[in-house]
Structures are given as C-alpha cells and as structure tokens.
Nanobody
Framework: QLQLVESGGGLVQPGGSLRLSCEAS????????IGWFRQAPGKEREGISC????????NYADSVKGRFTISRDNAKNTVYLQMNSLKPEDTAIYYC???????????????????????????WGKGTRVTVSS
C-alpha cells in the first residue's frame, strides 16, 4: 500500500525551529518530486516547497523563503523540511505529497523552476500539526 507519513510537528515558540519528516512506504520515494504544503485554519492549502527526485532542484514560496529548507535522503526514503525562525503565521497542518507522474528529473526541474511543481501531486500524507505560539 502506497503511503506517505509526516512527523515532527508540535508546539514551538516564535523564533524556534522544527524539522518535519515525510517517509514513504510501499514505493520508492527517490523516483519522484516531493512537495510540502500547509493549511492554516480557515485558509486554503498553500504549496510551500518542492524538491526534485535527485534533490538538485528546489522551490520555495515567498512566505517561507530564507527560513525553510527542503532536503531528502533517498536511501532512507524520506524528505525533510527544516523550519527555522518560525512565526505564529506558520501555524498550520503540514502535508507532504508526491508527484508520481513526472518521473524525469529534467521535467521535474522545469516544473520546479516555474513553480508548477505544486499542481501535479497525486499521493498525499495525512499531515502533521505545527503550532507556533508563546
């Protein structure tokens, strides 16, 4: 069974850090571009970062650029989101997702560089909650 499982969420004070993990089971994560998304209460889901299968291409939303870093360890079948300088407005449920259609690194790079990578995700985790509050 194909599954993505997020972990690492929790309660953190403003200015603090968290590292989220997205682990795959039932398929090889290293073949696919992966995205991180979040949904705050009362707001639409927002794509915040994506990474190509090799890790060579990345994209960040303006809201997290310079504070969040996406990375992956394909040997561990896991993608990470390092979140630093957290703000109360980062409070949300965070999801990871995989695009299992675009398996070419070259195609993934085009999508990522044009910020289109958030639209092709077809496998989703159930999310992990992040709360930033003092």
């Amino acid at each position: 069974q194909l599954q993505l499982v997020e972990s690492g969420g929790g309660l953190v004070q403003p200015g603090g850090s968290l590292r989220l993990s997205c682990e795959a089971s039932g398929f090889t994560l290293g073949h696919y571009a992966i995205g991180w998304f979040r949904q705050a209460p009362g707001k639409e889901r927002e794509g915040i970062s994506c990474i190509s299968s090799s890790g060579g291409s990345t994209n960040y939303a303006d809201s997290v650029k310079g504070r969040f870093t996406i990375s992956r360890d394909n040997a561990k079948n896991t993608v990470y989101l390092q979140m630093n300088s957290l703000k109360p407005e980062d409070t949300a449920i965070y999801y990871c997702a995989a695009d299992r259609q675009a398996t070419s690194e070259a195609v993934q790079a085009i999508y990522i560089k044009s910020s289109l990578c958030y639209y092709g995700m077809d496998s989703w985790g159930k999310g992990t909650r992040v709360t930033v509050s003092s």
